[in-house]
């Protein structure tokens, strides 16, 4: 899904070239508000402080690091994960191009999660200051960012849901739909993607083992739910699927 990066002494990369456009991102239509004029469009692309490459496994941000700006994932996949008093990783998302990261630390200053590329990908900078500013003059996009905030809300309460009262196939069904449904809205295969996490990371997000997630692929596999090659997914019976993420049907 993502691209190879050009090299950085490549001579076509100017300076006007990484400038980051939100008018040009395929994107943008994700990131913000529908109905921006083009007067609105420029002024929110000349705060874009730059666009970031981060390799995979690196940190985009860490856990106390100080908050200046948001990310807006414009190529790749990264994960977001804390560490408890016992120094043990808990995986608390995975995020995809067109969705923000860095709203954790708006409260305090402080990031209160780490956020790890698991891919090579490519994030637009957002100053958080700046963007302040032009709430006050731009209602909706301020309406936007109150929606995309309302939405990681209802995610992190959806994860509650998920760990606290389903099945172990319902929690990854609901994991395989939630994909499905992402993977859609970005003009992607609902039942054709690749699973950019490692089924240890799927296990630590869904409170599983690894050995879990392993009988769980064999035993969707089995029952014609899915077709598995290494990481490349095909979901077979999306409604059923659904439907066990719902908890009125399950895997027999």
């Known amino acids: 899904m993502s691209q190879p990066f050009p090299s950085s002494t490549d001579p ?29 469009m420029d002024r929110l692309d000349k705060i874009i402080g730059r666009r970031r490459k981060v390799a995979r496994d690196d940190y985009l941000y860490r856990m106390g690091d100080a908050f200046t700006n948001l990310y807006a994932v414009r190529v790749g996949h990264f994960k977001t994960c804390q560490i408890n008093a016992g120094g043990e990783q808990q995986i608390t998302g995975f995020q995809m191009t067109g969705e ?5 630390a708006i409260s305090t200053d402080r ?66 739909v939630n994909l499905a449904s992402r993977y859609t809205t970005r003009g992607y295969s609902s039942t054709n993607f690749q699973l950019r996490m490692s089924r240890e990371d799927i296990g630590n997000y869904l409170g ?41 049907e399950t895997c027999s």
Not at 135 to 159: A, C, D, G, K, N
């Open 12 to 40: 076509a990369l100017t300076v006007n070239a990484l400038r980051a456009s939100c008018s040009t991102c395929s994107m943008h239509q994700l990131c913000l508000p529908m109905g921006l004029g083009e007067n609105d």
């Open 100 to 104: 923000l990261l860095g709203m954790d």
């Open 111 to 176: 990031h209160h999660c780490n956020a790890v590329a698991l891919e090579d990908s490519e994030v637009c900078e957002i100053p958080f200051p700046r963007l302040e500013e032009l709430f006050s003059t731009m209602p909706t996009l301020l309406r936007h960012f109150h929606r995309m905030m309302s939405q990681e809300i209802t995610r992190e309460q959806s994860v509650m849901l998920l760990l606290g009262n389903m099945r172990a196939e319902q929690r990854f069904a609901a994991f395989l």
């Open 208 to 248: 599983l083992t690894i050995e879990s997630i392993s009988r769980l692929l064999s035993k969707f596999k089995k029952q014609g739910l899915l077709k598995v090659n290494n990481r490349e997914i095909e979901l077979l019976d999306l409604t059923l699927l659904k439907a066990m993420a719902a908890g009125t």
